[in-house]
């Protein structure tokens, strides 16, 4: 009796194991002959992975099955690194492009450069935004991942508050001192202790978005290149527009570094924050919350030129996955069709895939969102872009050196004339990381 | 050794072995491990590759955030260690009277403590907020001064400190338990000595539970070293580095924001440090309590 206890109870540690390790990976996959179940993860909310799933049970493919992991949205940094270590990566999972180009350096991704290229039919890297297929490139030209929703940014604004303090609306071709001189007749009324809440410009990515202010002026950006810099620079377009904020923090229009902008969506919901620099995916909140006030969606002021930030997410592989070819059908079907399905409901951001953006600005077009249709368009059709961030495995050491640098600078508590040292710093940085 | 005490041993060792075990998988283990990972450059994702003294030589030359942390740290604990003691103490003495509801005292005080930290941390920044917060409603309510909070660089970490305070009915009951350890004779004989309250306090209360006063300081100065929940709900370090403790440095480096590489190796190394601080403050402490604390010395 008890030889037999052991046994099943041997037999059942064997099968659990067994069951555990076949769980969330592409293990469950199989051979490329046989059945394949291909894994996807996202971040996206409840809602957003319902219609998601609703739109995969149309894949239609023999011997590929189609599984959409229930992920919580939240922490999914946290779970796509202990997944990563675990080398339990789905076969397909949501990915911004600094994960893609530092996973893809460390060769842990699927390169799909090749396939995106020379595949059959429309899905092709000429119908993706030029600009994101660019960025998701390393140096020697391999692609863990491709693109798949584009992240536009510009100004939100409060059409009421602006109305009261008899203000222009603003819109395309502003410039950088109407929004300085907005925000400072705006600060301090119904509420809101300041007119504009730019994140953006004094987080530790503020330098970056500051390159819209000197490539705008025919200055030079920050980085010449966000994934594969060869120096940073400040010159004196640049400077000038640091000056300009400086002034702007200092008389009370601008709120300063350190200012918590977690809550600001609602703030800007309840009348408190005239102005705001953010992305077009607040567009899907806004429309679902019904915001009181009468808002608008403008693109970034400007010197000279229309100059806009870009960034996109997308959709990774690892390069464990079991059947390539599985997974870039399932990859192809997100792209090109599960789009359609989702964005109706939920217009998060524009498609990089060309032909998919339709389903989105009809969406918006329908909700009478019509500043967020023409901003998303100006700022995809935009003359100068200028990237987000550092995507290098040392990004968090220049933003360091931002917070202990760059920021003091905005603050007022350290001298513009500290901007070319911390410069230095970051080329030192760039010359060390390669 | 007899049979039975040949057993005893075999027995002795069976007990102790969960304990062993654990031990060694769950503190020894890491221990070493982690020793291993601060003289590598390891992100987790490949193999480490050692760098020997690297990691040490970046975080005491060139990151501009770590001396920053450092400062952060001990600005905390030289502002939270003495005012949790005070605070502690101080409730402990008024929970220590005879009064009617004194029980509802005691559990209202101690009640922080065992609230979900995450949960009350998360309302405390919903009460700081400069705009909405309820703390800046009632300060404009009665016409006094409003304050950035967490938003100010200057005031950031007294808020984190404020938020910390909360909980310190967890010092309140220790002190109360050595409070009514207290011989009750020895203040009988100092009111018949004809001894005010201050005296009582300074010349009796205070010398006979020094003993757990120092084990307050211990125990609160490492809680304080290792703080982390407070920050990074509250502030994420910030405004700048003014509230980017070492913990909260460390777990940025191990686990960093969506889409950076982890620096476990450099994260390791910053464990070490705060592991060498905690134990030089603890041996410190330890070595000069003899001039502080009371001890019987005719009880040994």
New interface residues.
Partial sequence: MKRTLGVTALACAGLLAATACSGGGSDSGGSSSGPVTVTVMTWESAETNAAIKKALADFKEDNITVQLLDTPAGNFGDKLASLTQAKKLPDLFWCGNDTEQQYTSQGLLVDWADKISTGDGDFKADKFVPSAMDNWKTADGQMGGLPSLMNTYGVWYNADAFTAAGLTLPKAGWTWDEMYADAAKLAGKNGAKYGLVADQLTSADGPFTMSMYSVSAGGAPFTDNVNHPTKAEADDKYKEGVEKLVAAIKNGSVAPPGYDASNVQSLFSAGKVPMTFGGQWLAAGFQTDKPKIKYGFAPFPQVQTPTTLYDSVGICTPQYTKNQDATFKVLEYLNTKVWDAVLPASPVAPPAYTPAQTSYFDALTKAQQSTVVDTVKADLSAEKTVGVRFTTQWAQQVGDLTTANYQPILSGKKPITDLPAYIDKINGLIKQGG | MSRNAGSDVKAAYLFIAPAMIGFFVFVGYPLVRSFYLALTKY????DPVFVGLGNFRRLFTT???FW?ALRATGYLVVLYVPLSLILGLALAMFCNQRFAGVRVVRTLAYLPVVLPAIATITLWKFML????GLLNTVLDRVGLPQSLW????KM?MPSVVLVMLWGVGGTMIIFLAALQSVPTELYEAARVDGAGPWAVFFRITLPMISPIVLLQVILQTTAALQTFNQPKIL?GG?????TNVLMLSIY??G?????????LGYASAQVWVLFMIIIAVIALTAKFSSLWTYSDSTSD
Avoid: M
């Avoid at chain 2, 907020?129 to 909405?132: G, I, L």
């Avoid at chain 2, 967490?150 to 660089?153: E, G, I, V």
């Avoid at chain 2, 686990?255 to 620096?263: A, E, V, Y």
């Fill in positions: 992100n987790g994702l490949t990151d501009p955030a920053p907020d400069p705009q909405v967490l938003q100010s660089p950031a502030t910030g405004p700048g580095f003014s940025n480096n686990f960093p924001s969506l889409g950076r590489i982890p620096q």
